[in-house]
C-alpha cells in the first residue's frame, strides 16, 4: 500500500535520537532522510515527494509547533508526527488541531511508531490523490466556454434541456449542443457522474428561477 | 545627739508626721543642754584640782559645734536657745558678771556657727576624717580659721572680766588656743563616736581587745614620759615626748581616723591628768602660760595625727572598694559563665578568678597559673592555643581563640578567650588581660544552626530539582529514546540475517553511549539529591558550569533561551564543595532564566563569565536580560522569605550566600545598566 517513493523525514537536534530512529525505521524498510536542524529541513523540503515528517517536539533553534506552522504556510499538508519527551497536553492539542497524524511520547515503541508512520502514509496517499483528481478536474473545467459552464450548472440543478433554453434565451437544440460537447470535454457520460464531478470541483447548481 | 539629722528626716517623713521630727530635735536640744552645763562643770573642776592649770580647752564649745555639725542650719536657733540656760547657770555658780556672760556666750556660739557652718559648706560629712580631704579642710577650719576669726571677740571677756586692753594681744591667742584644741581632742573623738556608735558591736572581739591594748599602752607610755621632775632635770624631755610615736602610728595604721583621733583624746587627758598630779612637763612660770605651752603642744600634736589617721582611713577604704568591686565583677563575670584573667608582663605574675577553675575543670585549691590552665585544653587545640597564648603575649597583641577543655566530668567543652594588652604610663604594654567564656552552648547552638542550615540548602536543592522535573526528565529521556530505538532496530536486522553485522555492531556503540549518557544525569542528579557531608575538593569551576548547562540543556531549550559563553581559558581550580557550589550555580541560572519569562523569545540570552580575580580568587558572572531587580530591593533579596517569584519560597539566595559565605566567597547581585541583572559570586584563592 505505500508508494513507491514514500519518504519520512526525520527532524530532531539530538544527533542520538535521531540516528537510532532513523536506524529503527531503516531496518523496518521505510526510506527515511534525517535532518539536525529544522531550518535544514525547511530549506530543503519538496512538497511533491510523498512522505511524512517526525519532528521532534522541543528543540533548540525553532519548536516542533513552529516548524508545522511553517510547513503549512509553504501550503504544504505533508503529515507529521510528533514526537516529545513529556506529556504536554496543549502543547499536543495544539498540534493535533493543525493537523498532525499523531503526537508520540517518548521513548517510543517500534509498533507505535510504525502504525503512526503507516497511518501518515494512508493520509499523505489520500490527500495525494485528492489533489491530483481536484487538480484535472479543474483542468477540464477551465476548457468549458462560457454557454458551457452555464448549461452545466443547470444540468446539476435537474433543469430539463427545454427549461434551460428558456432560461438562457435559446432553442433547446442549441443547449443540447452545448450540453454533448461540456460532456465530452469533462470526460462524463451520465448526469450522475457530473453532479459527483462538479461537487468534487465545488461548482454550485444554478438557482431556480423557476417554483 | 545621737540621732542624726538626716536619719530623724528620714524617720519623720516614714512616720508622715513632722511633729515627731521636732519632738526628736527637742529631745536632742535638751541632751544638748545638759552635755553644755557638764562640760563647764568639767572645765570649772580642773581649774579647782591645781593651782598651776586650768582646762586647756572649754568642752562647752565642743558640744555646741558637734551638735551643730549634725543638725541642718533651720534647727540650729533651737540648740543656742537651749544651750544659754546652761550656760547662764554654769556662768553664775562663778559669778560672772552678766555683760561678761553675755559676751563669752555670744563669741561661744560663733565659734561653734562658723565652724558648723563652714565645714558643712565644704561637705565636711559622714564617714568623718574618711578622707585627707576632709580631714585638711577639718583642720584648716576648726583649728585655724574658725577660732582665729572668732577670737578676736572671744578675747573681750577676759577684759571684760578686768583683764587690761594691753594684753588683748595675749586674750586672743588664749581663746584661739582653747577653742583650737577643743576642736582638735574632743570633737573628732566625739564625732567618730557618734557615727560609730551603732556599728561597735559589729567589730570583732579581737579588734576590741586591740584598741583597748592600745589605748592602755599608750596611756602608759605617756604617763612615763610626760613628767617634769626626772626629764628636765636628766634633760631627756626631747626623747622622752617622741616615746608614745611608734604607738601613735600603731593606732593611726591599724584603726585609721578612729584610733588617730582616739590616741589625741588619750594624750590630752593623760598630760592634762599628770599635770593636774603635779607633773607639770610645761612649768613656764603661771598657770596662763603653762596651759598655754601644753595648749601649743597638743595643737602641734594633733594636727598631723588627724591627717595621718584619714591618709590611712583613705588609702584603706579605698582598697576595700577596689576589693569589693573585684569581688563584685568577679561574682558578675562568674554569674555570666566568665572568668577573667591577668598576666604580668613584666614580673610573670598570673592572676585569675575563682571562676577560671570551674572552667578548665581544676579543683578549687588549685594555685592558678597560665600553664596548668592551658594543660587542660583537648590536645587538638593545644598546639593552636599554646602558640596563639605564646604570640599574643610576647607581642603584646590582642588575642581571640575557641578550644576545648577537659571538664571536670570525662566531656570535653568550649571555651573562648579573649585579650588584650593594658599599657602602662609610658605605653609599654605591661600586661595581658582577658577572660575567658563558656562557649559550648553557643558552640552547640553554631552547629544545630549549621545543621539546620545544611538541612534547609539540601531541601532547597531539591525542591529546585523538582522544579526542574520536566526539564532533567528530558535529559534521561533522550538517551533512553536512543536505546530503546537502537536495541529495537538491532532486533529487526538479527531477524534479516548476519548481513547487517556491521550495523549491530554500530548499533551497540551507540546503546553504550547513550547509556552512559544516561548514567550521567543519574548521577549528577543523586549529587544534588542526596544529603551527604561538606567536602571540599579542587573544583575546575568552568566544567561544574558546562555539567550545571548539560543538566539545564532541556529545560533552556524549553523555555528559548540561549547561553552566552565567555568563560576564561586556564581558569585555576578553586576549593570547595561541588555539589554547593553546583547548587549556588542551578539557583542562579534558574533565576536568570525565570527573570526572563517576560522577554521575547529572540532576545532570551544568558551570559555566563569565569575569571581570575586580583587576588587569584575565581569571579563567576552569571547575567540576564531580564526584568532585573525590583529598585531599592537589591539587597532584600538575601533576606530570607523575600521573593518576586509567585511561587518562591524566598530561600534560594540567602541559602546560595550562605554557602558561599561557608567557602570564605561572596555573593551579589546587581541591575546591568541597560537591562536585566546580574549575579556574580567570587570564591577566594585554594590556599587563603
Not at chain 1, 138 to 156: A, D, F, K, M, N
Not at chain 2, 177 to 192: E, F, K, Q
Not at chain 2, 663 to 686: D, K, M, W, Y
Request: hydrophobic share 45%; glycine share 8%; net charge neutral.
Amino acid at each position: 500500500m505505500r508508494e513507491a517513493g514514500f519518504t519520512t523525514f526525520l527532524v530532531d537536534d539530538d544527533p542520538a535520537v535521531l540516528r537510532s530512529i532513523t536506524r529503527l525505521l531503516n531496518a523496518a524498510g521505510f526510506k527515511t532522510k534525517s535532518f539536525s536542524s529544522p531550518q535544514e529541513f525547511l530549506s530543503s523540503h519538496d512538497p511533491a515527494v510523498p512522505g511524512c515528517a517526525i519532528i521532534d517536539l522541543v528543540m533548540s533553534e525553532l519548536d516542533g509547533l513552529h516548524l508545522q506552522q511553517a510547513l503549512i504556510d509553504t501550503g504544504s499538508d505533508r503529515p507529521i508526527i510528533f514526537l516529545t519527551g513529556k506529556g504536554d497536553i496543549s502543547a499536543s492539542v495544539k498540534a493535533m488541531k493543525a493537523g498532525a497524524v499523531d503526537f508520540l511520547t517518548k521513548p517510543v515503541q517500534r509498533e507505535a511508531l510504525f502504525s503512526a508512520v503507516k497511518r501518515a502514509a494512508n493520509v499523505d496517499a489520500v490527500s495525494r490523490q485528492r489533489r491530483n483528481e481536484s487538480k484535472s478536474i479543474g483542468e477540464r473545467i477551465s476548457t468549458l466556454t462560457h454557454r458551457e459552464r452555464e448549461v452545466l450548472e443547470y444540468v446539476i440543478a435537474g433543469r430539463l434541456n427545454k427549461q434551460i433554453a428558456a432560461s438562457l434565451g435559446t432553442v433547446e437544440k442549441t443547449v443540447k449542443v452545448h450540453r454533448g460537447r461540456m460532456m465530452a470535454k469533462l470526460g462524463v457520460r451520465t448526469v450522475a457522474d457530473l453532479v459527483r464531478l462538479a461537487d468534487k470541483a465545488g461548482i454550485a447548481p444554478a438557482h431556480s428561477m423557476v417554483g | 545627739m545621737n540621732v542624726l539629722a538626716p536619719d530623724a528626716a528620714i524617720e519623720g517623713r516614714r512616720s508622715g508626721a513632722p511633729h515627731e521630727d521636732w519632738a526628736k530635735t527637742f529631745r536632742n536640744a535638751v541632751i544638748v543642754a545638759v552635755l553644755y552645763y557638764v562640760g563647764a562643770e568639767i572645765a570649772f573642776l580642773i581649774g579647782t584640782l591645781s593651782d598651776k592649770i586650768f582646762a586647756p580647752f572649754w568642752p562647752p564649745n565642743v558640744v555646741l559645734f558637734c551638735a551643730l555639725l549634725l543638725t541642718p542650719p533651720r534647727q540650729w536657733w533651737l540648740y543656742i536657745l537651749a544651750a544659754f540656760p546652761a550656760h547662764v547657770a554654769a556662768e553664775l555658780q562663778i559669778g560672772m558678771p552678766a555683760t561678761q556672760l553675755l559676751v563669752a556666750f555670744a563669741t561661744n556660739c560663733s565659734v561653734a556657727v562658723v565652724n558648723a557652718f563652714l565645714l558643712q559648706r565644704l561637705q565636711f560629712d559622714p564617714p568623718w576624717f574618711g578622707s585627707i580631704r576632709k580631714a585638711t579642710a577639718y583642720v584648716f577650719v576648726a583649728a585655724f580659721v574658725s577660732p582665729a576669726l572668732c577670737a578676736f571677740g572671744g578675747a573681750f571677756v577676759q577684759i571684760l572680766g578686768g583683764g587690761s586692753i594691753e594684753n588683748y594681744g595675749v586674750y586672743w591667742a588664749r581663746w584661739y588656743a582653747s577653742n583650737a584644741l577643743g576642736s582638735l581632742t574632743l570633737s573628732p573623738i566625739a564625732l567618730i563616736c557618734i557615727e560609730r556608735m551603732g556599728s561597735f558591736s559589729f567589730t570583732p572581739t579581737l579588734r576590741r581587745v586591740e584598741a583597748i591594748l592600745v589605748a592602755a599602752v599608750l596611756a602608759i607610755t605617756c604617763f612615763f614620759a610626760f613628767k617634769e621632775d626626772t626629764s628636765i632635770a636628766s634633760g631627756y624631755v626631747p626623747a622622752l615626748l617622741y616615746l608614745p610615736l611608734p604607738i601613735i602610728v600603731w593606732a593611726a595604721v591599724r584603726f585609721g581616723a578612729a584610733g588617730a583621733s582616739g590616741v589625741i583624746a588619750v594624750i590630752s587627758f593623760v598630760l592634762i591628768w599628770r599635770t593636774l598630779n603635779g607633773h607639770n612637763l610645761f612649768d613656764v612660770g603661771n598657770a596662763e602660760a603653762n596651759v598655754f605651752a601644753m595648749q601649743l603642744f597638743l595643737i602641734g600634736l594633733s594636727c598631723p595625727v588627724l591627717l595621718l589617721g584619714a591618709a590611712i582611713e583613705e588609702t584603706r577604704h579605698a582598697e576595700t572598694v577596689t576589693r569589693e568591686r573585684e569581688e563584685r565583677i568577679s561574682f558578675a563575670a562568674a554569674s555570666s559563665s566568665v572568668g577573667l584573667w591577668q598576666y604580668d608582663l613584666a614580673g610573670e605574675g598570673f592572676w585569675a578568678t575563682d571562676y577560671c577553675r570551674t572552667l578548665f575543670g581544676l579543683p578549687s585549691g588549685v594555685p592558678l597559673d597560665l600553664d596548668r590552665l592551658l594543660n587542660r585544653i583537648h590536645p587538638n587545640d593545644f598546639p593552636t592555643a599554646h602558640a596563639a597564648f605564646q604570640s599574643a603575649i610576647t607581642r603584646a597583641a590582642p588575642l581571640e581563640i575557641e578550644f576545648r577543655v577537659q571538664g571536670r566530668d570525662r566531656g570535653y567543652h568550649w571555651v573562648s578567650a579573649r585579650a588584650q594588652p593594658v599599657f602602662g604610663d609610658d605605653g609599654n604594654a605591661t600586661a595581658m588581660t582577658g577572660a575567658f567564656a563558656d562557649a559550648t552552648s553557643r558552640k552547640m547552638a553554631e552547629a544545630e544552626a549549621d545543621m539546620q542550615r545544611h538541612e534547609i540548602a539540601h531541601l532547597m536543592r531539591v525542591s529546585m530539582l523538582g522544579e526542574l522535573s520536566g526539564g532533567l526528565a528530558h535529559e534521561l529521556t533522550q538517551p533512553l529514546t536512543a536505546i530503546l530505538s537502537n536495541a529495537q532496530a538491532g532486533k529487526i536486522l538479527l531477524a534479516g540475517g548476519k548481513k547487517n553485522l556491521a550495523e549491530i555492531d554500530n548499533i551497540f556503540d551507540d546503546i553504550i553511549t547513550e547509556d552512559n549518557r544516561a548514567g550521567e544525569v543519574i548521577h549528577r542528579l543523586r549529587g544534588l539529591m542526596k544529603k551527604g557531608e561538606i567536602k571540599y575538593e579542587a573544583v575546575d569551576m568552568n566544567e561544574l558550569i558546562a555539567s550545571t548547562l548539560r543538566l539545564l540543556h532541556s529545560e533552556l531549550i524549553g523555555r528559548r533561551i540561549t547561553i552566552k559563553d565567555e568563560k576564561a581559558v586556564d581558569l585555576p581550580p578553586a576549593n570547595g564543595d561541588p555539589i554547593q557550589l553546583q547548587q549556588v550555580l542551578l539557583n542562579l541560572f534558574v533565576n536568570a532564566m525565570d527573570a526572563m519569562a517576560g522577554v521575547a523569545p529572540s532576545r532570551r540570552t544568558i551570559t555566563v563569565s569565569t575569571a581570575v580575580t586580583d587576588e587569584g580568587g575565581i569571579d563567576v558572572r552569571i547575567s540576564d536580560c531580564g526584568m532585573g531587580l525590583p529598585r531599592s530591593q537589591e539587597h532584600s533579596v538575601f533576606q530570607p522569605f523575600f521573593t518576586t517569584k509567585k511561587r518562591g519560597l524566598g530561600l534560594g539566595l540567602p541559602i546560595c550566600a550562605s554557602i558561599m559565605k561557608l567557602h570564605g566567597g561572596t555573593l551579589s547581585l546587581q541591575n546591568n545598566v541597560s537591562e536585566g541583572a546580574t549575579a556574580i559570586f567570587r570564591l577566594p584563592p585554594p590556599d587563603a
